[in-house]
């Protein structure tokens, strides 16, 4: 099947932590992007990669770190200077690097700072 | 301001009748927009896209684009139950996607 996945579903942190959360995709896509969702604001674009290692940081950039090493795969670090990371994260990918591409998401990662 | 907005509802209509869900955007160079479905608790998933100005008929779908007004809609004929949820508008402005906050759809059987 191809797709994308999110790991893991759940993931709770306790302040101060780093967590990383993984997005996979085996759809031979070439751009990746990572948003993140809080109730009633829509998605935030936090990073994107439109190819292998190169990324450009979205609106919100600021206390998340990425790499994007293989084509496959995009992981999201969610570092201790994010101050309110508590939020649902959305992996997606495109086949091309283009802002008219379709872009198709993972199931998300909700992660909660205990 | 917001580079899309829509109103976030709920909308409420009956099954069978047709649900009228609607976007502005701000960027008159945007070219592309999307609609997603995204049910409570799961990630969205595309609807359809539409690029040109005019109609655009996907099954009970249709999406609607007026680029002199900047606006965007999307109407579901014969709704069902299993159409509530939140849909999502998302239009480019050329370097990025922008995404509104999302209108929520309630059919009532």
């Known amino acids: 099947d191809g797709g994308i996945t999110q790991s893991p579903k759940y993931l709770f942190r306790k302040e101060g ?3 990383t959360l993984s997005c996979e995709q085996n759809l031979n ?3 990746m992007y990572w948003y993140r969702q809080d109730p009633g604001q829509g998605l935030r674009l936090i990073y994107y990669s439109q190819i292998v290692n190169d990324f450009q940081k979205g609106d919100i950039a600021e206390g998340y770190s990425v790499s994007r090493e293989k084509k ?3 992981p999201l670090t969610v570092t201790s200077a994010q101050k309110n990371p ?5 992996c997606a990918s495109s086949i091309g690097s283009g802002w008219t591409d379709t872009q198709y998401f993972g199931p998300g990662t909700r992660l909660t700072v205990l | 301001q917001k580079e899309v907005e829509q109103n976030s509802g709920p909308l409420s209509v009956p099954e069978g009748a047709i649900a009228s869900l609607n976007c502005t955007y701000s960027d008159r160079g945007s070219q592309s927009f999307f609609w997603y479905r ?3 608790g799961k990630s969205p998933e595309l609807i ?3 690029y040109s100005n005019g109609d655009k008929e996907d099954g009970r779908f249709t999406a609607q684009l007026n680029k002199a007004s900047q606006y965007v809609s999307l109407l579901i004929r014969d709704s069902q139950p299993s159409d509530s949820a939140t ?5 480019d402005t050329g370097n990025q ?3 509104g906050t999302g209108t929520s759809l309630t059919v009532i059987p």
């Open chain 1, 72 to 74: 496959e795969s995009f």
């Open chain 2, 87 to 91: 849909y999502l508008c998302a239009g």
């Open chain 1, 17 to 19: 932590q780093n967590v």
């Open chain 2, 38 to 40: 995204q049910y409570s």
């Open chain 1, 29 to 31: 896509h070439d751009a």
């Open chain 2, 48 to 50: 359809m896209f539409i």
């Open chain 2, 97 to 99: 996607f922008y995404f």
């Open chain 1, 86 to 90: 508590t939020a649902f994260y959305l």
